[in-house]
């Protein structure tokens, strides 16, 4: 799978394979080495699994721009909120067709988060909906102004930045700087984390 990958993604003329790894404790020792763009993660593997080498990465000084994309069969991997807490930008499924494949490394090289909003809720719902401390979670959103709390419950539901603006009637890059504001004052490492804090603070409903 992934050397087809490989060949798939190479013959690219904005996208270079510029490593591989055979296990989560060679994924992390690459990344820290060549500092990729987007990490293409295997939740499942030996030595070091996906959401440790996720995090290990995430919490590594100078990789605050490497983007971890993971790979998932959703139905069976029930780590995947782990993962996106452990600091991934999103997740895909391995019977994703090349279009697709290609479609999320690009969204995730730029920065945004790949989380389809139905797959999303369903699956952050089902590990959050034991977890939810209702005052808890208002206590980590009083950093926020109102708008913010609006901003932020939108990105739950998997809104992009235009569709957060049509809803609030904004500019996509006032929605822009309020998701930005939010993930500040957060410590959000980006979009899909928000994502997470939202289920996780009762501010959106599984």
Known sequence: MRS?????????????????????????????????????????????????????IAKTSGLQQVRVLILTTYETDAY??????AGASGFLLKDAGPAELLHAVRVVAAGDALLA??????????FTAQRTATQAGENRLAVLTQRERE???LVGQGLSNDEIGAELFLSPATARTHVSHAMGKLGARD????????????????
């Not at 013959?11 to 060549?34: F, H, M, P, S």
């Not at 909003?117 to 089902?126: E, F, G, H, N, S």
């Not at 979009?191 to 599984?206: M, N």
Request: charged share 25%; hydrophobic share 50%; glycine share 6%.
């Open 4 to 56: 087809g990958f490989k060949v798939l993604l190479d013959l690219e003329d904005d996208i270079t394979v510029v490593g591989e790894a055979t296990n989560g404790a060679e994924a992390v020792e690459r990344a820290r080495a060549i500092r990729p763009d987007v990490v293409l993660m295997d939740i499942r593997m030996p030595k070091v699994d996906g959401i440790q080498a996720t995090s290990q």
């Open 191 to 206: 979009r899909a984390q928000l994502v997470v804090i939202a289920y996780q603070t009762g501010l959106v409903s599984p």
């Open 151 to 153: 901003v932020l419950a």
């Open 117 to 126: 909003p139905r797959i999303t809720r369903r699956l952050i719902a089902q």
């Open 80 to 85: 995947v909120f782990e993962a996106l807490q």
